[in-house]
Nanobody
């Protein structure tokens, strides 16, 4: 069973960048498809990005394509989300998630596909 802890959130002005990390323990990140999700004010939880076990496949929400990059670091046993050109609408709590079955695809962005979740990290983007 994997345990996930996010870090790297904070406050930034629009146009700025943040890098989120998700440290995994108890198992290796290469055994799981993983994803980043966010809960923004007034909106449903959104799947931001997903990545396959072996990092061969990744998907992004249309709202972040070209601005966010998801990656795994097997040496650090961690998941990352590089966020550039941030917008106020990116404000929210960001969660990393993992699942070993990957029933809905290798890089799913459906929350129903994930059984393990971190506690979340706040990202605030000011105009």
């Amino acid at each position: 069973q994997v345990h996930l802890v996010e870090s790297g959130g904070g406050s930034v002005q629009a146009g700025g960048s943040l890098s989120l990390s998700c440290e995994a323990s108890g198992d290796t990140v290469t055994a799981y498809c993983m994803g980043w999700f966010r809960r923004t004010p007034g909106k449903e939880r959104e799947g931001v990005a997903g990545i396959a076990r072996d990092s061969s496949t990744y998907t992004y929400a249309d709202s972040v394509k070209g601005r966010f990059t998801i990656s795994k670091d097997s040496a650090e046993n961690s998941l990352h989300l590089q966020m550039n050109s941030l917008k106020p609408e990116d404000t929210g709590v960001y969660y990393c998630a993992a699942d070993s079955w990957c029933r809905l695809g290798p890089a799913s962005r459906s929350a129903d596909d994930y059984n393990y979740w971190g506690q979340g990290t706040q990202v605030t983007v000011s105009p």
